[in-house]
């Protein structure tokens, strides 16, 4: 094994060692997770619209902390740039509220690349991580979020009205079962 590999496992080894006793704290977001992907399944609409005006929540407010933070600190440079950026997220989030179906079309091509890339990013964190317990579980989460990402892109714009809750939905109860999974092969060791 390589100097590299072995750091890698080493700490791997420290991390699960920290998380053993967290176990249940995994399966209760597991589970949570899982509830919550229900709902959105049962309910995608509803979900899409949901989380279309959390974010655009998010944006306004992120939109006066900017803005909060650039009138706080005018003497340093680009007082100007900082305003506009603050102004940019507070119009981003004003719009996403005020029209939501159009955002939620946006949001679901922004949400089909952040499931497939993401996706990639679980399958590349599996196999890093192959000697603990549940990897694979994590695989076949990064898998499923790729596979979702080319169905959401494929069927876009059309989609748009209930894709996102159905989408998010699904990969929360993937997400979940992996937590849970991984919680159970804690407990174990």
Known sequence: MSTRAGDISGQVEAALAGMKNQWKLFLAIGIIMMVLGAVAIALPHAATVAIEVIIGWLLVFGGIAHLIHAVSSRAARGLWLRILWSILYFAVGALLLAYPLQGAVSLTLLLAAL????????????????????????????????????????????????????????????????????ANGLKKT
């Open 115 to 182: 499931f497939f890339l993401g996706g990639i990013f679980k399958a590349a964190t599996s196999v890093q991580i192959r000697q603990t317990p549940g990897w694979g579980w994590l695989l076949v989460s990064g898998i499923a979020a790729i596979v979702l990402g080319i169905i959401i892109w494929a069927g876009w714009p059309g989609d748009a009205g209930w894709v996102l809750g159905l989408i998010v939905g699904i990969d929360l109860i993937f997400g979940g079962f992996w937590m849970i999974m991984f």
